[in-house]
Nanobody
Framework: QLQLVESGGGSVQAGGSLRLSCVAL????????WGWFRQAPGKEREGVAA???????RYADSVEGRFTISKDNAKNTLYLQMNSLAPEDTARYYC???????????????WGQGTQVTVSS
């Protein structure tokens, strides 16, 4: 069973930056589509950014221009660079992967356990 493990979360002040990482613990070469999601308390999980095996990316309007998704295939690692963080970005962030392209929807088969990001004003 493929395992995805996120890291890099933490507490920062508004305007700060964080870089999240998501490592696939087994061979994930067959998974062509990856995404980052977040869920704040009392809210539904929402798509933040997605990337395909060709490098095509897609972002939620709320993070466009501030967040960057990337993937290092040699390291089996997905990244999310988050800049200009705001209190509304506070949430638990999850990575996801699948053979199918679910873009920013939650249909992905494989999910990590998440990493907490807290942004204070």
């Amino acid at each position: 069973q493929l395992q995805l493990v996120e890291s890099g979360g933490g507490s920062v002040q508004a305007g700060g930056s964080l870089r999240l990482s998501c490592v696939a613990l087994l061979n994930s070469a067959y998974l062509s589509y990856w995404g980052w999601f977040r869920q704040a308390p009392g809210k539904e999980r929402e798509g933040v950014a997605a990337i395909t095996y060709t490098g095509t990316t897609r972002y939620a309007d709320s993070v466009e221009g501030r967040f960057t998704i990337s993937k290092d295939n040699a390291k089996n690692t997905l990244y999310l660079q988050m800049n200009s963080l705001a209190p509304e970005d506070t949430a638990r962030y999850y990575c996801a992967a699948d053979r199918r392209n679910y873009e920013l929807t939650t249909g992905y088969l494989y999910w990590g356990q998440g990493t907490q990001v807290t942004v204070s004003s």
